[in-house]
C-alpha cells in the first residue's frame, strides 16, 4: 500500500502536453457535473434522516413536519411558492450583479491608487456597522417594494466586496508591474494584462462571501418589511405556525445558496486550471 | 592581471531566432553601454534622500558580457532598473546603442528579473510571447518566435505547462527565454540564478554562454557570486563603497568557448582571489555598513 501510493501520484503528476490541453479544456465542466451529483447525495442522505427522525415521533410534528407533509403542502402550493421564490430571485440576481460588478470595479480602482488608500480604512470601520439597524430608514425611502429589499442587499454586500477586491489588487507581487513597467505598456494594458488575471482568484472569493451577504439580506428585508418574495413566505409561515410552508420557504432559501455557492464554486475551478 | 589565450570571442554563427524581423543585437555597434556620471538616490518614507550609486561611469562595447558584483544593497539591482529605463537617474547618463535611456525601450533592452517573475496564470509559451504581445507582434508570428526560443534553452516540450509546474532551474530559463524572444541589443539580468544551488547555478551559467554566443548582445549580468562572476565574464565590474560607484574592471580574456573545466585552473582562481581581495578591503573600509552575505531584504545601512 504504501510502496504503491507514491508510484500512482507520480504517474498522475507526469504531465504529457497533450494531455495537458485536454484536461484544461474539459475539466471544468465535469467538475461542475461531479458537484451536481455530490450535492445531490448530500440532499438525499438528508431527506433521510429527515424522515426517520419524523418517523420517530420524537418532536412535534408541528416543530419538524415530515418530509410527506412538506411535500404534501408544496403539491398544493406549489404555484405560489415558485411565483413567490421568482420575485425573490429577481431582487437577489440584481443585488448580486451589482455587488459584483460595481464593487469589484470600486475596490480594484482603489487598490490600484495607493492615494486612494486610506478609504480602504473608512470602509472597514463601516464595514462593522450592523447595517439591520438602518433597514427601516430604507423602506422609509424606498417603499415597502423591491427597491428597499435590493438597496439593503447592495448594501450589505458591496463592501466586503470592494474591501477584498482591493486587498486582491494590493497582494499583487511588486516584480509584476515591474516586468509590464520595463515592457513599457500603457496602463489600460497594465490593468487588463496584470491586475485583472494576477487578482481574479482574490475577487472570486470576495464574490463567494458578498454574494451570500447579498442573499441574505433581500430575504430579511423581505421578512422584516413586505407583502411578497420568499421571505415574507417564512416569515408569515412562522406567525401562523405553518410548519409546512415554514419549511418550504427555507428549502427554496437553501436551494437559493447551494445554486449560488456553485456558481462561483464552478468560477473557481475553471481559473484554478491556470492558478493551481 | 591574469592572462590566458585570445581575448575576442569570434566564434559561432549568429542566429537571429525564429524570423527575419528586428535582430536589432546583430547590428555592429547597436547594442553598446556607456553610463556616465550616473547617481541615483531613494527617498525613504521618512523623506530622507539616500544615495545609492554616485558618479557610476563606464562604457561595455557591444557584444560584450559583463559582469557587476558587489555586495548586498550595493546598488546593483538599482543600476539594472536605470539601464533598462524604469528608474530616473538624479543626474548623468545612460546611452545604449547610441540613444539616451529615459524610459523602458523594450525593443533594445529587456530585464530577467531577480526572481524569475513569471505570470502564473499564462502557460510557458504565453509568458514567453508576452514582450512580442505588447509590442503588438501578431499572435502566430509570436507564437512561432516564443517556440523558436523555447527550443533554444531546452524547453521545447514545457510550452503548455504551467509556471508552476516547473523546477526553479525550468522557470529561469523561460524568464531567459521571455528576455531574448524580442532578440534585444543589450539582454539585463539581476541574478537570474541566485535561488538555484551551485551545481545547477554552473551549469546554465554554461547553457547561458552558449546562448549567447550564438545571439551575441550585450549582455550585463549582475551578481554577487565571484566564481560565475569570472566565469562568464569579458568584463568584470565591482560596484564597491557607500554610496557605490564602480571601483575597479578586470577584463577577463579566457578563451572561450568556456566549459565548467575552466573553473578549476590556477589562472581561474588567481584572478577570482585578486577580486575577493578588493572586495574584502571595500568591506573593511565602510565596516559594517553591509555584510557580504545576502541577507534578504537588505536594509539601509545606519549611518
Ligand atoms: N524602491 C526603493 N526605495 C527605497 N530604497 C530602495 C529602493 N530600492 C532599493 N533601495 C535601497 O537601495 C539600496 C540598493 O538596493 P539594490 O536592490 O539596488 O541592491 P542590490 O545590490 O541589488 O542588493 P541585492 O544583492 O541584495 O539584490 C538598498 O540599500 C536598498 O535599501
Ligand atoms: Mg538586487
Known amino acids: 500500500m504504501s510502496l504503491k501510493e507514491p508510484v500512482h501520484r507520480a504517474e498522475d503528476k507526469e504531465p504529457s502536453s497533450s494531455q495537458d490541453l485536454e484536461r484544461h479544456t474539459g475539466a471544468p465542466w465535469r467538475s461542475l457535473s461531479r458537484a ?27 416543530a419538524v413536519p415530515g418530509p410527506l407533509a412538506v411535500a404534501n403542502a408544496t403539491k398544493s402550493s406549489l404555484h405560489e411558492i415558485f411565483s413567490q421564490s421568482l420575485v425573490t430571485v429577481e431582487r437577489v440576481v440584481i443585488a448580486v450583479a451589482v455587488i459584483w460588478f460595481i464593487g469589484a470595479l470600486c475596490g480594484i480602482l482603489v487598490g490600484m491608487n ?7 480604512g473608512l470602509g472597514r470601520a463601516l464595514y462593522a456597522v450592523p447595517i439591520v439597524v438602518v433597514y427601516p430608514l430604507l423602506g422609509v425611502w424606498f417603499g415597502v417594494g423591491a427597491t428597499s429589499k435590493i438597496v439593503f442587499g447592495i448594501i ?58 447579498g442573499l441574505v439580506s433581500v430575504v430579511v428585508g ?28 427555507i428549502i427554496v432559501v437553501l436551494i437559493f445558496a447551494v445554486l449560488m455557492n456553485s456558481f462561483v464554486g464552478f468560477l473557481e475551478r475553471r481559473i484554478a486550471v491556470a492558478y493551481g | ?156 516540450d514545457c510550452m503548455s505547462r504551467f509556471p508552476r509546474e516547473l523546477s526553479g532551474g525550468m522557470k529561469q530559463r523561460v524568464a531567459i527565454a521571455r528576455g531574448l524572444v524580442v532578440e534585444p541589443s543589450v539582454l539585463l539580468m539581476d541574478e537570474p540564478f541566485a535561488a538555484l544551488d551551485e551545481q545547477t547555478r554552473y551549469e546554465m ?21 565571484l566564481s560565475e ?10 560596484l564597491e563603497g557607500r554610496p557605490a560607484s564602480v571601483g575597479q574592471t578586470v577584463d577577463v580574456v579566457f578563451s572561450r568557448p568556456r566549459d565548467l573545466g575552466l573553473m578549476v585552473t590556477p589562472e581561474f582562481h588567481m584572478l577570482r582571489d585578486q577580486l575577493y581581495t578588493s572586495l574584502k578591503r ?13 541577507q534578504g531584504n537588505s536594509e539601509e545601512g545606519t549611518q
Request: aromatic share 8%; with cysteine.
Open chain 1, 114 to 120: 495607493p492615494r486612494l488608500w486610506p478609504l480602504l
Open chain 1, 222 to 249: 423581505e421578512m422584516l418589511l413586505s407583502g411578497n418574495g420568499i421571505g415574507y413566505w417564512i416569515a408569515n409561515a412562522g406567525a401562523q405556525f405553518e410548519g409546512p410552508s415554514l419549511y418550504e420557504g
Open chain 2, 1 to 156: 592581471m591574469t592572462q590566458a589565450t585570445n581575448s575576442l570571442p569570434t566564434s559561432a554563427l549568429p542566429q537571429s531566432g525564429a524570423s527575419g524581423k528586428s535582430g536589432s543585437g546583430l547590428q555592429g555597434s547597436d547594442g553598446s553601454v556607456e553610463v556616465s556620471g550616473l547617481t541615483v538616490s531613494y527617498t525613504d518614507s521618512k523623506k530622507r534622500k539616500h544615495t545609492v550609486l554616485e558618479d557610476v561611469s563606464f562604457s561595455v562595447p557591444s557584444g560584450t558580457f559583463a559582469t557587476v558584483i558587489g555586495p548586498s544593497g550595493s546598488g546593483k539591482s538599482t543600476l539594472l532598473k536605470i539601464l533598462g529605463g524604469l528608474y530616473g537617474a538624479e543626474s548623468g547618463q545612460v546611452f545604449i546603442g547610441g540613444r539616451q535611456i529615459t524610459q523602458p525601450n523594450p525593443d533594445l533592452v529587456t530585464i530577467v528579473f531577480q526572481d524569475s517573475c513569471l505570470l502564473p496564470w499564462r502557460t510557458v509559451l504565453r509568458n514567453v510571447a508576452l514582450p512580442l504581445e505588447t509590442a503588438g507582434v501578431g499572435r502566430q508570428e509570436r507564437e512561432d518566435r516564443a517556440k523558436a526560443v523555447l527550443e533554444l534553452v531546452g524547453l521545447g
Open chain 2, 229 to 238: 562572476a569570472v566565469f562568464l565574464a569579458d568584463k568584470v565590474m565591482v
Open chain 1, 36 to 62: 451536481i451529483a455530490k450535492k445531490a447525495i448530500i440532499a438525499l442522505v438528508f431527506l433521510a434522516i429527515w424522515w426517520v427522525i419524523t418517523g420517530t415521533r420524537i418532536l412535534p410534528a408541528f
Open chain 2, 205 to 225: 551559467g554554461e547553457e547561458l554562454l552558449r546562448l549567447w554566443d550564438r545571439l551575441k548582445s550585450t549582455v550585463i549580468f549582475v551578481t554577487h557570486n
Open chain 1, 156 to 213: 450589505s454586500g458591496i463592501l466586503p466586496m470592494s474591501l477584498m477586491s482591493a486587498a486582491a489588487v494590493r497582494s499583487i507581487d511588486e516584480n509584476v508591474f515591474l516586468l509590464f513597467a520595463s515592457l513599457g505598456v500603457s496602463r489600460t494594458t497594465m490593468f487588463r494584462r496584470a491586475v485583472l488575471p494576477a487578482a481574479l482568484p482574490g475577487v472570486i472569493s470576495a464574490m463567494r462571501l458578498s454574494g451570500s451577504l
Open chain 2, 282 to 294: 571595500d568591506r573593511i573600509r565602510s565596516s559594517g555598513t553591509y555584510s557580504w552575505s545576502h
